[in-house]
């Protein structure tokens, strides 16, 4: 292999680990019960202007439905525009509500966006995206066994009771008093 190439594939491996985990997971957000990412994120990310990476995605409609990609509406912006440093409108920055893209969406992306550095970025973004859902699956899992196991409980309580309730029983019955066994004679 070439001295450029090797240079090359090392250069393109510095990438991947430049987007850390930390900083992809830090702006996946849920919005309308799906986890989406920010055009202004993700045109950070890929070091690309967000109307440019707006400007793609309407170029292709055709790879970016609305379960793909959305625009907020003015009451989920307002809520969330705390979380965000907005600048008002006239004064530069955004003057339209952003889109988010959900995980397909974001796949979606790389068909558009031709660069090495969109490819890479995409890659990093995705295994982000499978961790989440792996997470979830895993909580979901030991939810629904902590469930399971509460159920048993639930029976083995009844259960226990039963038991108790029959020894309560005999005791009650072993508190009377009893008549002798055998043969009295009564003196008188």
């Not at 987007?19 to 989406?36: A, D, F, P």
């Not at 048993?152 to 009893?178: G, Y």
Request: net charge positive; aromatic share 8%.
């Amino acid at each position: 292999m070439s001295t450029d190439r090797k240079q090359k594939k090392q250069s393109n491996k510095g990438l991947v680990h430049f987007v850390s985990k930390e900083i992809i997971e830090s702006k996946i957000y849920l919005i309308r019960g799906r986890k989406v990412m920010f055009d202004h994120d993700l045109a950070k990310l890929y070091e690309v202007p967000t109307h440019r990476l707006n400007e793609q995605v309407k170029r292709n409609p055709e790879r970016f439905p609305k379960d793909f990609v959305f625009q907020l509406s003015n009451e989920e912006y307002k809520a969330l525009s705390s979380h965000f440093a907005s600048s008002k409108k006239g004064s530069g920055g955004r003057r339209y509500l952003p889109f988010v893209f959900t995980e397909q969406g974001v796949a979606m992306l790389s068909s558009v966006l031709k660069s090495k550095k969109a490819a890479l970025v995409n890659v990093a973004i995705m295994r982000v995206f499978v961790k989440i859902r792996e997470l979830l699956t895993t909580h979901k899992n030991l939810a629904d066994k902590l469930k399971e196991l509460a159920t048993r409980i639930d029976n083995h309580d009844e259960q226990i009771h039963s038991i108790f309730d029959a020894i309560r029983q005999l005791i009650k019955e072993e508190e009377k008093p009893r008549r002798g066994i055998g043969f009295h004679v009564k003196y008188d």
